[in-house]
């Protein structure tokens, strides 16, 4: 289908998300509205799913397993969730058109983000995806070439750059960060690519913690001034020298079809659904740092450098947003919780060690 055009009704709905809107209900029309909605909790909001595939249904909802609930029939969605499959309904996309004026365009991962002049509407397209969202309504209506092309990326983290924003408007602040938990109280794991976040939060889910998040969690400021963690994603991706460190988790790697890709994707709630947790206050914040040598050690940093180096790779997450209010955010969680440089040398067993040695000395109660 061609461009649509960006203009906006009388009542201030944007033609071209009205026009998506319409070719998911002939979507809808073309399979006889046989994929049931599935309902699913990002902290304690309720998201409504309707996936129009039976392939895109499935891969879409895998990393959310661990977050579905059972329908609720009279609970209205905080977040209303609708997308379609080429291949299966033959219903083009929507797509904004080249020339539209009062848009605002950036370039983001595989394709490109753009946003209406008052903010209300954007759309995130790609070659194979395009995906709008009104944030007043809550409404994401999406198209996906087939659900058997779905990028490894969409794969482990469904939805990109629209549904973080999503969680952002309800009030949940995404942080490239992980988190690992015993009991009701968790670790978070903060720094840039590379610092050994995933390599934290995985290790400790293999011995036994509780996993919320290997690399993007939701934060959440509670009444009294503490934090609270929110998992979003039970999946992870991995190179393959990553991957051989957990043993558990090999067989269950599966290698991306592009041949560009080098990572491999794996889904924990299916190896380890006892330990996905959905939500866990924030008790520390841990920054690993890789170092030559033996061991793994704890030791306590100032506010100051807990912020350098949390704060950098999580505000640019959604970079067409202002900062400022993440940026506070982050500012309160180290003010609020003790913050340690976890120096990691070879002896990666060591780490889950140190984890629970923290917790024990935090006052945490065991699992």
């Known amino acids: 289908m061609a461009g649509v055009g960006a203009a906006v009704a009388g009542d201030g709905r944007l033609v071209a998300f009205d026009a998506a809107a319409s070719t998911f209900a002939r979507a809808e029309e073309v399979v006889a509205r046989r994929f049931a909605p599935q309902h699913f909790t990002f902290g304690e909001r309720l998201a409504r799913m309707r996936l129009l595939g039976d392939v895109l249904g499935r891969e ?54 753009v ?12 070659g194979v995806a395009v995906t709008w969202l009104d944030r007043h309504a809550g409404r994401v209506i999406g198209w996906r070439a087939a ?10 983290r469904p939805i990109p750059f629209i549904l973080p924003l999503c969680l952002q408007d309800c009030g949940l602040q995404l942080v490239h960060a992980g988190l690992v938990s015993r009991g009701s109280r968790g670790v978070l794991f903060g720094g840039n690519n590379g610092a050994g976040k995933s390599t934290c939060a995985l290790l400790c889910l293999c011995a036994g913690l509780e996993f919320l998040g290997d690399d993007h969690v939701a934060l959440q400021q509670t009444s009294d001034g503490g934090f609270i963690g929110h998992s979003i994603y039970a999946s992870t991706r991995l190179e393959p020298d990553h991957l051989r ?11 991306s079809d592009d ?16 330990r996905m947790k959905r939500t866990a206050s924030v008790c520390a914040l841990v920054l690993p740092r890789i170092i030559d040598g033996a061991g793994a050690h704890l030791r306590p940093v100032s506010r100051a450098e807990a912020l350098r180096t949390l704060a950098p790779s999580s505000l640019l997450m959604l970079p067409f947003m202002p900062a400022r209010r993440d940026l506070d955010t982050l500012a309160r969680l ?23 040695e923290l917790l024990d000395s935090l006052g945490v109660e065991g699992a």
């Open 147 to 156: 659900g058997e092309r779905l990028s490894l990326h969409e794969r482990t």
């Open 245 to 255: 460190r957990f043993p558990l988790l090999i067989a269950y790697g599966v290698p």
């Open 60 to 113: 879409l909802v895998r990393p959310f397993a661990h977050l579905r609930i059972a329908p609720r029939d009279t609970a209205v969605a905080t977040l209303c969730i609708d997308l379609w499959d080429e291949s299966v309904t033959d219903v083009p996309a929507v797509r904004p058109s080249g020339g539209d004026s009062g848009w605002t365009a950036w370039p983001a991962g595989d394709g490109r983000f």
């Open 334 to 356: 180290v003010e609020r919780v003790p913050s340690y440089r976890l120096e990691m040398g070879r002896d990666l067993e060591a780490i889950p060690a140190r984890v629970n």
């Open 259 to 274: 041949p560009t890709e080098s990572k491999s994707l794996v889904q924990l709630a299916e190896i380890f659904p006892e």
């Open 115 to 126: 946003a209406s002049g008052d903010g209300r509407f954007v759309c995130y397209e790609t």
